[in-house]
């Protein structure tokens, strides 16, 4: 295989902010999904818990093989507007379209004509979301060096996308109950269009102005060897791994969270204290990212403050299971927990993927093959796997307790829905939300400080050894 275009000229300010949009946009189309799909579909629509679990777990399994082929996919691509660019911006209108349409279920259907409604629209939503996903992170090791730039542009992506996370954490039922009142059904129906077509505007910019800057020629692999490499490179498989125990412990709580309000914590001002409390969590994760990560950096290597974040995201669950036993008569004793979690959250999402960007390095290393799309498109599927655990986890909770409005009229506004359920089902709830997440992230410690081999000085050595194997 021979490599061309290695020596890089610097990111330039505009390509910053453009890769930068694109992160925005991409994961504020995820976190409404993956936060409010569960919501949408059970308790507004009807559709029973177990079986909405099931779909969104069905998914996650056909992802297993379609994401690894996408990766495939886009290593065979060669276009004059490169091989990351062309399928980044069919995916996202494809994905955008079908954002839409997962949210706007015909008003007609019965519940099983909305079970299977909702089971093809996800499927196919996960598919074109894999489609732009995995270009766009396999973007970073084709158009930066190894390193601070790398490491740099990886944190400012990651940024970005918790902005994102957060916009949508922030403003989303706001948005649906000032756009639907107390439709929301009619108001997912159109704020999730506005959310759309901000993706694809902002996705746009980046394909515009981002071009990836090194070229490898090379034989195309197959499937099978595709497959072969991921196996070999045992450090993208340690990191890969962590991702789906820290997300699937985040996720089951991000799912819950809202029940949590509307069910336990309770009031007819529940929703004010749900907003309130995401604003805070949204704001902390922003923060981490843009300010926490940076200035912890100049005193820690990224291993630390790996381990740190898990301390912090363990001590917030723990804060939140010892402040929901109390009478919780005010949501600002909640910020404590919120805190720690999406401090936590915000930066070990930057770290994770600095990790899995290193493991294109040794893995060209050790096999002698450059697989960032590959590599990447475990990112994507690791993740939406995650979520669909989380969300069955979640799902089958909610069975068990039997927490589920199903119609949401003008009166509902005058509703305590915390004086509908028993007290067993929100302790249920709380357990659940709490004590599940802390033994997942006890278990990605362990298995991370087991397997992790590729430290700051490792990774210098290996992006030097890389160089000169490819006679730069």
């Known amino acids: 295989m021979a490599y061309t275009g290695w020596m890089m000229k610097k990111l330039s300010l505009l390509e910053k902010i453009s890769y930068g949009l694109g ?13 409010y799909i569960l919501y949408y579909y059970q308790d507004l629509l009807g559709v029973p818990a177990s079986m909405m679990g099931l779909i969104l777990l069905v998914a996650r399994i056909f992802d297993a093989f379609n994401d690894p082929i996408m990766g495939v996919l886009v290593a065979k691509t060669r276009t004059r507007w490169g091989k990351f660019r062309p399928w980044l911006f069919v995916g996202t209108i494809t994905n955008a379209v079908i954002l839409y349409l997962m ?10 004509g909305i079970t299977v409604y ?17 270009p766009y992170w ?30 949508i954490t ?18 997912f129906r159109w704020f999730t269009l506005i959310v759309a077509i901000l993706f694809v505007v902002l996705i746009t910019i980046t394909c515009v102005n981002v071009k990836e800057k090194a070229t490898v020629n090379m034989e195309s692999p197959s499937v099978g060897q595709m497959f072969r490499a991921l196996i070999q490179n045992d450090q993208a498989m340690t990191v890969v791994i962590s991702i789906v125990l820290i997300n699937c412990s985040i996720y089951t709580t991000s799912n ?6 509307k069910y336990d914590f309770g009031g007819t001002g529940w929703f004010n204290s749900y907003t309130l409390f995401n604003t805070f969590g949204g704001g902390m994760q922003i923060l981490s990212m843009m300010l926490f990560y940076p200035l912890l950096r100049k005193f820690f290597t990224n291993i630390k ?66 697989d960032e799309s590959v590599i990447f498109s475990m990112q994507t599927f690791v993740v939406k796997l995650a979520s669909g655990v989380a969300v069955f986890i979640a799902s089958i909770a909610l069975q068990i307790f039997n927490l589920s409005s199903a119609e949401t009229t003008e009166a509902d506004k005058l509703i305590d829905f915390s004086a509908t359920v028993s007290a067993s089902s929100q302790v ?18 362990l298995w991370f400080k087991r397997r992790f081999i590729l430290t700051e000085e490792k990774v210098q050595e290996l992006a030097q050894q890389v160089k000169a194997a490819r006679g730069d």
């Open 256 to 261: 819950l969270v809202i029940y949590f309000f």
């Open 118 to 134: 909702a089971a093809v629209t996800y499927i196919l939503w996960g598919v074109t979301y894999t489609m732009m996903d995995i």
């Open 428 to 445: 249920g709830l709380r357990m659940t939300m709490t004590i599940l997440p802390i033994a997942g992230l006890f278990v990605a410690i």
């Open 170 to 187: 922030i403003v989303t039922m706001m948005a649906v109950h000032a756009i639907g009142g107390a439709d929301e059904v009619t108001g």
């Open 305 to 370: 403050i790996f381990y740190i974040s898990l301390g912090m995201a363990i001590a917030g669950y723990a804060a939140l299971l010892s402040i929901a036993f109390t009478s919780m008569d005010n949501v600002v004793i909640l910020f404590i927990p919120a805190f720690f979690i999406f401090s936590a959250n915000g930066i070990l999402s930057v770290l994770t993927t600095v990790f899995l960007a290193n493991t294109v390095d040794y893995g060209e290393w050790k096999n002698k093959r450059r």
């Open 138 to 167: 396999s973007m970073i090791p084709a158009f930066t060096e190894g390193g601070k730039e790398r490491e740099g542009l990886t944190t400012l992506a990651r940024s970005c996308a918790g902005v994102g996370s957060a916009i």
């Open 103 to 112: 949210f706007a279920a015909p008003p007609a259907m019965d519940v099983a």
């Open 23 to 35: 992160a925005v946009g991409k994961d504020m189309v995820y976190m409404l999904s993956a936060s």
